[in-house]
């Protein structure tokens, strides 16, 4: 196997090493091929470019592998918990008994607010989007830690990084409780990261709360299969802010902001909507066809990086018919998502281009009987994912070639020319 690529530019050859990694695609090293040849590579979304080196997370899409720190997301989801694999995804091992209950502890006791960040809500509408809230109150948040500021010091690095983990569902949940105007709850500490994150959404003063281990198990299971996705947008967002050396906190408010977009995380609300406006079986037909003549897209269809089903979505499919089954709810819409992904997954449109479906087709479905409303599914995401939001940014740091996000463009503007004063133009 050789371990050198030539590239020829007019009659010049140019060596671009070949880098190998554990498993996966061997990737063409251009780092130099600009001082040495003067030209830039070109690729808009990134589809054939790795923009770093990572140890965290692997997927094969074509395989329908998603592997984290080595560990498969059906075996994660099944039997460890998602404050197992946080520490899994931020410190590269599953924890020891010893060191689980050390780091529950203090992800447990950082889950308060500053009573003073209470009142930051009250700025919004009550009728504002939740991520909108998130994306405010996250970047907020910087305003309120100012003691954790060197990004170069590993332990500021892991006290930022614990501290969004425990903090996160407290402002998802008073993001929630707030849009629902109802008073904000105080987290609990002697229950697990998952119940204590449905009590603060759910109970009120009025009565007590009493958990239903079905849905916390289920709420766990979510955040598990949403934790990390290797350099998905948000995640590159999160590394390209911080790669200045930016907030912690606000780079992880860039990264909810992308997530937002109905193309990312926005999908899940997106795909619930459709889901609700196809309505019944009989309409499938004519709704596919739409979809086939690009009227508009198959929400919870197709990824770009799986071109096979998304492992996640068959977890998140079985988790969907356990909390229906729980709760006791015959959804219509869980009919016509059946129906839909059964024609989809038929039809050549779809086969064609690869189209399966991924985890958002599914989630909907169940966090909508969990007593969420649609636009807080994408909140939801931004919790579990700050995770690996914050170890991709931690491991950004630990890599001694960092340097800032730089990519550069092929400029297709005006060449130079001279001012115009405006009584000669026209
Ligand atoms: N419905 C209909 N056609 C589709 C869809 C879809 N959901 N996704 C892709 N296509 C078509 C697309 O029109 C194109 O067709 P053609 O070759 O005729 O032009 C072809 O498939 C290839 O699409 P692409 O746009 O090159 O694919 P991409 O890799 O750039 O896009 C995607 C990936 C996720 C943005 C896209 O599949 C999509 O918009 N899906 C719906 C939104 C969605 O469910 N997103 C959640 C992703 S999973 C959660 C997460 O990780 O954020």
């Not at 902001?257 to 926005?266: E, I, K, T």
């Not at 919790?383 to 950004?396: C, D, F, H, N, Y």
Request: some cysteine; overall charge negative; aromatic content about 10%.
């Amino acid at each position: 196997m050789t371990d050198k690529a030539t590239l020829t530019i007019g009659d010049k050859n140019y060596d671009l090493p070949i880098l190998k990694g554990s498993t996966g695609p061997d990737v063409l090293d251009v780092r130099k091929l600009y001082g040495d040849s003067d030209h830039f590579t070109f690729d808009p979304g990134f589809t054939s470019t790795a923009s770093c080196e990572s140890k965290i997370t692997y997927i094969d899409g074509d395989a329908g592998i998603l592997l984290h720190r080595g560990y498969p997301i059906d075996q994660l989801a099944e039997k460890s918990s998602f404050l197992e694999v946080c520490h899994l995804l931020l410190n590269g091992e599953l924890p020891t008994a010893e060191e689980f209950t050390k780091f529950e502890r203090n992800i447990t006791y950082h889950t308060m607010l500053h009573a003073q960040f209470d009142s930051f809500f009250q700025g919004f509408r009550r009728d504002a989007h939740p991520m909108a809230v998130m994306t405010g109150a996250v970047g907020a948040l910087s305003a309120f830690y100012a003691d954790s500021l060197n990004v170069d010091d590993p332990k500021q690095r892991e006290i930022s990084a614990h501290r969004l983990i425990a903090k996160m569902p407290t402002i998802a949940a008073r993001a929630f409780q707030y849009s629902q105007g109802r008073p904000f709850v105080t987290p609990r500490n002697e229950l697990s990261y998952s119940e204590n994150f449905l009590r603060m959404c759910f109970s009120v003063p009025a009565e007590d709360w009493v958990p239903n281990p079905v849905l916390t198990r289920a709420m766990d299971r979510i955040f598990i299969l949403h934790a990390d996705h290797e350099q998905n947008a948000s995640t590159s967002t999160v590394r390209l802010a911080g790669s200045s050396g930016a907030h912690p906190f606000a780079c992880i408010a860039a990264g909810i902001a992308c997530l937002w977009g109905p193309s990312h995380g926005g999908a899940n609300q997106e795909a619930l909507e459709m889901l609700e406006e196809i309505g019944s079986v009989e309409n499938i037909p004519a709704f596919v066809q739409g979809v086939k003549d690009k009227k508009y897209k198959l929400m919870g269809f197709g990824h770009r990086v799986y071109k096979n089903f998304d492992p996640r979505a068959k977890v998140m499919q079985k988790t969907c018919y356990e909390v229906l089954e729980q709760l006791g709810i015959n959804d219509p819409l869980l009919h016509v998502a059946m129906e839909l992904e059964k024609v989809a997954l038929n039809d050549q449109y779809f086969i064609d281009r690869k189209l399966y479906p991924n985890i958002d087709f599914y989630s909907g479905i169940t966090l909508r009987a969990m007593g969420f409303p649609t636009n807080m599914f994408t909140v939801l995401f931004a919790l579990a994912r700050t995770v690996g939001w914050i170890s991709q940014w931690k491991e950004m740091f630990e890599d001694p070639s960092r340097k800032i996000g730089r990519p550069r463009q092929l400029y297709t503007g005006a060449t130079q020319r001279d001012y115009v004063p405006v009584e000669k133009r026209g």
